[in-house]
């Protein structure tokens, strides 16, 4: 099969393209004839850093965590999915988990759903990581109707998700952009746009809750943003972050109250720990997609498996729109 290596860590620019045996299915997973994967920010981490990060893959490894495909062979033990299905996950790229920028990928039948029949290969490609971040963060944090959310980043991949479900669960939701394409965005899925460039926290805290605060806070910048969230939020709020790599004084946090809850959705693919779970809210997330209720926002650029390179510098650049994505 064709697929692109990378044996050594370090730039774009270290992607090979490379003929290579295509797996063969075994016991608890799929084959799958790849369509498309899309990029995410820890593709990039893992390419750049290496053996600095802990779920790393062994050299020469195959990177792409999230894709769309057909299934082509069904291991033992698998009885929901058949050859000739469409499917879609976040299934490898890390660790021991061979990844998706090939033509075929061994997926662990746990971690993949029957692809959104409203979506396309590319545009299903797009929603596994940043869908499941999203869903789990607003699940933890206890989401319901009648709530006032805010979404930080919902121009982002995982914030323009986490925003749709937000509104899709009946809440009341706010999301900080930068600038106008941004926010007509966010305004476009739903949500109440906040340029955080221009309204402080008390500005909009005070413009949208009566100086009360969020209920909840779905945070996918974190990082010191993380204390915005806390200034931002009601006593006893909930708050999800996708990004807490950092050190930081929780002395807000324990006077309001609030719980935190730190979103790493990697850990079923890392630690083989109720991989199962993945695997249900996909196929939850396709069900709120095919009744219309959420859409995935792909970037326009398109680009094919020889320019993966490409595809990363892209997302690095901070120019797309949405997802970018690789189609096979």
């Known amino acids: ?64 965590m999230d894709f769309a495909g057909t299934v082509t062979a069904v291991g033992d033990g698998v009885d929901n999915f058949a050859v000739g299905d469409e499917v879609y996950g976040c299934a490898g790229g890390l660790a021991d988990l061979p990844g998706a920028m090939a033509e ?10 029957h692809k959104p029949k409203s979506l396309s290969m590319r545009e299903a490609a797009a929603m596994p990581l940043v869908g499941i971040t999203a869903y789990e963060g607003l699940s933890r944090a206890n989401v319901s109707a009648g709530q006032k959310v805010l979404v930080h980043g919902g121009a982002g991949g995982v914030g323009h998700i986490a925003l749709q479900i937000a509104k899709y669960l009946g809440a009341d939701v706010y999301s900080t952009g930068g600038g106008d394409t941004q926010l007509k965005l966010i305004e476009t ?6 340029n955080y460039r221009d309204e402080t926290v008390t500005d909009y805290v005070e413009k949208h809750t009566n100086g009360h605060g969020f209920d909840a806070i779905f945070d996918s910048v974190g990082g ?102 690789i189609e096979i």
Request: aromatic share 4%.
């Open 104 to 113: 075929y990928m061994l997926a662990d039948a746990d971690l993949i759903a």
């Open 189 to 194: 899925l739903g949500a109440t746009g906040i």
């Open 224 to 325: 010191a943003n993380l204390l915005n969230s806390f200034d931002a939020a009601a006593l006893n709020a909930q708050i999800a972050t996708t990004v807490s790599l950092l050190e930081l004084d929780l002395s807000l946090a324990h006077m309001k109250g609030l719980s935190l809850h730190v979103v790493f959705m990697l850990i079923p693919m890392i630690h083989n720990h109720k991989r199962a779970e993945h695997g249900a809210i996909l196929t939850k997330l396709a069900e709120i997609i095919d009744a219309g209720h959420m859409q995935v926002i792909v970037d326009e650029q398109r680009y094919t498996l020889e320019q993966a390179g490409a595809a990363q510098d892209r997302l690095t650049s901070g120019k797309g729109m949405g997802k970018v994505v």
């Open 1 to 64: 099969m064709r697929a692109m290596v990378i044996r050594q860590f370090g730039e774009s620019d270290v992607f090979e393209s490379a003929e290579l045996a295509t797996p063969q299915v075994k016991s608890g997973h799929v084959l799958v004839n790849v369509a498309a994967t899309s990029v995410n920010t820890v593709d990039n981490m893992i390419r750049q850093m290496g053996s600095d990060l802990p779920f790393s893959p062994a050299l020469p490894a195959v990177l792409g």
